[in-house]
């Protein structure tokens, strides 16, 4: 006979799960050489380049690196982008109200350090409101878009505002793309994944 269990023992459940796989996926990350990072997050920079929404975009949203912590780096994403007179935009994280809103800046040296060790914009840098694309980081994430963050929960509040019309993009290293992201009602699953080795759409759960 089939187990089940109400809905406060599932998101227990998945909460949990989530923990895990966080604390797993942040120590694998953790191992890999700053010199494999580098030429990892080259060749996810040279999918997104190659991307069509990015190349007809007119104003993209970026994260930068937390120091540390082996994110993808999309700086030289970043370059090319205002480069071609593209706005780029970038997360700015209010501490008391949690709200993550976008902000131009086209000279990171401007940036203030943020709540979560994260440079981001000064709070007089311009919002920027219409996005064409917004770049996600994942510690995790899978077919259907569904990914794992820190677990602050920012982009899964800020996407709803802003995708459609922007198109969301999770990036991530090979080995974060995983078959099944454990996730919950307020999980917000991205349109599109990039990796170092393909770019596909997300294909909605079943």
């Known amino acids: 006979m089939e187990e089940s ?68 780096d999309l700086r030289a994403l970043a370059e090319s982008l205002r480069a071609r007179g593209v ?52 510690l995790l994430v899978d077919g259907s878009g569904y990914r794992l963050g820190y677990g602050g929960g920012f982009y899964d509040r800020a996407l709803p505002t802003l995708c459609p019309p922007a198109v969301s993009i999770a990036v991530a290293f090979d080995f974060q793309l995983m078959p099944e992201v454990p996730h919950a009602a307020h999980d917000v699953a991205v349109m599109r994944v990039v990796v170092e080795s393909r770019a596909f759409d997300a294909a909605p759960a079943d």
Request: glycine share 4%.
């Open 5 to 72: 269990f109400d809905a406060e023992t599932v998101a227990e459940l998945t909460r949990r799960a989530k923990v895990e796989l966080r604390k797993r996926a942040r120590g694998l990350r953790a191992a890999i050489p700053a010199a494999a990072i580098a030429e990892r997050s080259a060749r996810i920079v040279s999918r997104l380049e190659a991307e069509p929404v990015i190349r007809a975009a007119r104003s993209v949203s970026l994260f930068w690196p937390i120091p540390g912590k082996n994110e993808v």
């Open 87 to 138: 706005i780029t935009a970038w997360p700015r994280i209010d501490s008391a109200t949690r709200v993550m809103t976008f902000h131009r800046v086209d000279d990171p040296a401007s940036f203030v350090p943020g709540p979560m060790g994260l440079g981001e914009p000064a709070a007089d840098a311009p919002v920027v409101d219409a996005l064409d694309v917004v770049i996600v980081p994942a």
